[in-house]
């Protein structure tokens, strides 16, 4: 315990000097937020809407920025090294990237709601905590498949191109920055296998419709993420490397897609439900 | 040597797919013995060293260290031992404290990050990012990081390649004060002085062999090499009237008759007859000089390349 109490504090803390950490974490979405928010001011819906895709971007920003580029970088620079020489785990490392990327976000999303409350008369949700605890679980689900990226990818060139494969068609087809009702058909059948598109719509029923967490389309988004978490954290574990010369063989790229398995089943069932 | 060595390794071989690193060496380490694996870049030293630090699996052989087998007690061995790696990193942002107490925290028990960055010279330095810090520095703070689970195995790769003559010095005199802790200590090293001036027994490693295993001097007369002795008197001498000393093999007179070298197989007996010939001949000694051959001479014999190599 006392491992991973340290690494989470060491974690904050280095996070919190680093400007590309602030900046991708709060400035980023910030400027996304601000200038749609004066765009688009006036409805509910479109405020709804700019908060949803304001921490989308921050959740998709922190998963595959924050939590796997981050951690490519370490192996690359020798710093896993170093703690490999100590009787350390992967577990605590990994535990603590997780939770740091938690603790850094979700003050965030709390100044976002209510920024949008009080200078664009959003109102705030019935149900603002589990709006918090959904967010919460997307955001440690993508940081997790962001660890899974870092642990199939040789070099960085490798994990930037994983994470860019993954980051924009995420952003551009889960409905966070387009509406998904306007998608043609193809693309909304696509639009059912993204990952982020359950984190989307699940913060648009709570905020627009009122739903709660027992609605059992958001129990279903709830069960993937945390799927996906738990799945996530077992293969990162498993296929954690301290060193950049430890290279991982190409087919094990393909556990990428079983993190993905239960967005995937997800996907076929709206497609038959729909 | 006591009865329980503290490193035991026998017939120990590392394979990196088809290219055999480390090919079936044997050694021990005796406790509060420094130990130095001297070799060129690529002979082995590093597999060894990390096969030993639970780093990396062997392929064959056995190898015990603090009772442990590397392989399948990696967490019990890594909390009693300190390593200090050849190339690492931190995070740059991390101040050189924070990183002590938070490697700390991993072990079962530890020493206090103040006494240890005093112990260090780097208590001026604790509150500097470690992006800020000078070579010398960052590898004193990778020696207190070593050092922080005051561990009486101390695994050191390298530890001063890279760095200026003065830290090497530094450096050099915290690796001598652990020894004086009577700390057992794994060296492995290219620079010759080093293992000269730090090991109590060095094991020459060349082509993932061990070509040789002794003391620095038991190395160093082990050698076939000749000694060298440097005569100057303050009168010329005669090179037609020089006699064979015995076990001299060559004499060399230079051409004002007042400079005289000698090799010889044993330096000492040829010393005496040349002193007690000088004193017969009546002529002044001004200088003598005795060059044994170093362990730079013994590597290049044994292994046919320089150390750098």
């Known amino acids: 315990m006392r491992q991973y109490l340290a690494i989470i504090v060491m974690d904050i803390k280095l996070a919190l000097r680093l400007r590309a950490v602030i900046f991708f974490n709060y400035l980023f979405p910030l400027i996304f937020f601000f200038t749609f928010a004066t765009v688009l001011r006036g409805s509910k819906g479109d405020m709804a809407f700019v908060v949803t895709m304001s921490v989308t971007l921050g959740v998709l920003g922190s998963g595959f920025f924050g939590a796997g580029i981050r951690a490519i970088q370490e192996r690359e620079m020798g710093i896993l090294r170093r703690y490999k020489v100590t009787p350390i785990t992967p577990a605590p490392l990994l535990v603590g990237s997780m939770v740091t990327g938690w603790i850094i976000f979700i003050p965030y999303i709390v100044l976002l709601l209510l920024m949008a409350h009080f200078l664009y008369a959003m109102p705030l949700p019935t149900h603002f905590f589990q709006l918090l605890v959904f967010i919460s679980l997307g955001l440690i689900a993508f940081r997790a498949l962001g660890l899974v990226i870092a642990s199939v990818a040789n070099t960085m060139q490798e994990g930037t191109i994983l994470v860019q494969l993954f980051y924009f068609p995420m952003l551009l087809l889960s409905g966070a920055t387009f509406p998904a009702e306007k998608f043609p058909r193809v693309m909304q059948i696509i639009h059912n296998f993204i990952p982020a598109t359950y984190l989307v719509q699940g913060m648009q029923n709570i905020m627009l419709k009122g739903e709660s967490l027992t609605k059992r389309e958001n129990q279903l988004a709830v069960l993937v993420m945390l799927l996906t978490t738990v799945g996530g954290g077992l293969i990162s574990t498993k296929l954690f490397r301290w060193e950049k010369e430890e290279k991982i063989r190409g087919s094990a790229k393909l556990w990428v897609l079983a993190v993905l398995a239960p967005f995937f089943a997800m996907g076929i069932w709206r497609w038959f439900h729909t | ?309």
């Not at chain 2, 200026?164 to 492995?188: A, N």
């Not at chain 2, 060399?252 to 007690?276: C, H, Q, W």
């Open chain 2, 1 to 309: 040597m006591n009865s329980q060595p503290v490193i035991a390794v026998q017939s120990l071989i590392k394979t990196y797919d088809k290219v055999e690193a480390v090919k079936g060496i044997d050694f021990q380490v005796a406790e509060g013995e420094v130990f130095g694996l001297l070799g060129p870049n690529g002979a082995g030293k590093t597999s060894t060293i990390e096969i030993l630090e639970g780093l990396r699996p062997r392929t064959g052989g056995n190898a015990t260290v603090l009772g442990f087998d590397p392989d399948r007690q990696k967490q019990e061995l890594k909390d009693r031992i300190g390593v200090c790696l050849q190339a690492t990193n931190l995070p740059a942002k991390m101040r050189v404290q924070e990183a002590l107490e938070l490697f700390g925290s991993f072990y079962t028990r530890s020493l206090s990050s103040e006494q240890l960055l005093k112990r260090l010279q780097l208590w001026e330095k604790r509150a500097a990012f470690y992006e800020t810090l000078s070579g010398g520095q960052k590898q004193r703070l990778a020696l207190a990081l070593a050092l922080v689970n005051d561990p009486q195995l101390l695994f050191l790769d390298e530890p001063t390649t890279g760095l200026d003559p003065q830290i090497r010095l530094e450096i050099h005199g915290l690796i001598e004060e652990m020894k004086s802790e009577k700390r057992t200590v794994v060296l492995t090293t290219h620079y010759i002085e080093e293992a000269e001036r730090l090991c109590d027994r060095v094991a020459i490693i060349d082509e993932g062999k061990i070509v040789a295993i002794g003391t620095p001097r038991e190395l160093q007369q082990k050698s076939a090499e000749r000694s060298r002795i440097d005569i100057v008197t303050g009168q010329p001498m005669n090179g037609a009237a020089l006699p064979q000393w015995p076990d001299a093999l060559e004499s060399k007179l230079n051409a004002d008759g007042k400079s005289l070298a000698v090799y010889s197989s044993r330096p000492a007996r040829t010393l005496f007859e040349i002193m007690k010939w000088l004193d017969q001949q009546g002529m002044q000694l001004e200088d003598v000089h005795l060059k044994r051959p170093t362990l730079e001479d013994v590597f290049v014999e044994l292994t046919g390349k320089k150390l750098r190599d």
